[in-house]
């Protein structure tokens, strides 16, 4: 089955600096990669996904990025704020031809923004 | 829009008793899932439902059952509850439609805290 390193587990940065969050995966026939947003007591939040016909895609502050030769995918937060403070999870999905199938996450980076 | 439902909020069993947790979505979506949530370990799939009427095991499905009432309903039912189960339960929904126009996010209910002692 399919497995998703992320790193790191903590990130800290300024305000308005950018933080970066890596994942790589194992499962070469994965081509959905979604990242998600959790706050505390809340559920994960959908913010940015990319397929694997496209190498780049931005959304305002966030971009994700994915290298199918080397399996890993990044997202990249610019001009941080406070409200970005947050676990941010990545996941990857393999198609079995059955249907829907649930996507494989990492196990999450706590991202805190230093005012 | 309410989006994904689930019920109850909190939960605290005792080692061996049943609970069904209950999950509904209002989005139309075709599929349906359930994952666990543990300190350091990300989000597991449980089971899931591709589609009314269909059920298949995820990555951690034993000790527990599964039931797609409807199109909106999916509910995750542990029969004998284990302190091992302690966990934050959450149910997410998608439209997954196959082929062209494929719709693949997952959209999260705000889960359910479940304590076995």
């Known amino acids: 089955g399919e497995n998703v390193e992320q790193h790191p587990s903590t990130l800290s940065v300024q305000e308005g600096d950018s933080a970066v969050i890596k994942c790589t995966y194992s499962?070469?026939?994965?081509?959905?990669f979604p990242w998600y947003k959790q706050e505390l007591g809340k559920g994960p939040q959908l913010i940015i996904d990319i397929r694997s016909n496209v190498g780049e895609k931005k959304d305002q502050r966030i971009a994700v990025t994915l290298n199918k030769t080397a399996k890993h995918f990044s997202l990249h937060i610019t001009e941080t704020q406070p409200e970005d403070s947050a676990v941010y999870f990545c996941a990857a999905r393999s198609y079995s031809g059955g249907g829907a199938d649930g996507l494989t996450f990492g196990k999450g980076t706590h991202l805190i923004i230093q005012p | 829009n309410a989006g994904v439902t689930q019920t109850p909020k909190f939960q605290v069993l005792k080692t061996g008793q049943s609970m069904t947790l209950q999950c509904a979505q209002d989005?139309?979506?075709?599929?349906m899932y359930w994952y666990r949530q543990d300190p350091g370990m990300g989000l597991r799939l449980i089971y899931y439902?591709?589609?009314?009427?269909?059920?298949d095991k995820g990555e951690v499905p034993n000790g527990y059952n599964v039931s797609r009432l409807n199109k909106r309903e999916f509910s995750l039912r542990l029969e004998s509850a284990a302190p091992s189960q302690t966990s934050v339960y959450f149910c997410a929904s998608s439209e997954a439609l196959r082929g062209a126009g494929r719709r693949d996010e997952q959209y999260f209910g705000p889960g359910t805290r479940l304590t076995v002692t």
């Open positions: 499962d070469s026939a994965s081509n959905y």
């Open positions: 439902s591709a589609s009314e009427g269909t059920t």
């Open positions: 989005m139309n979506h075709n599929s």
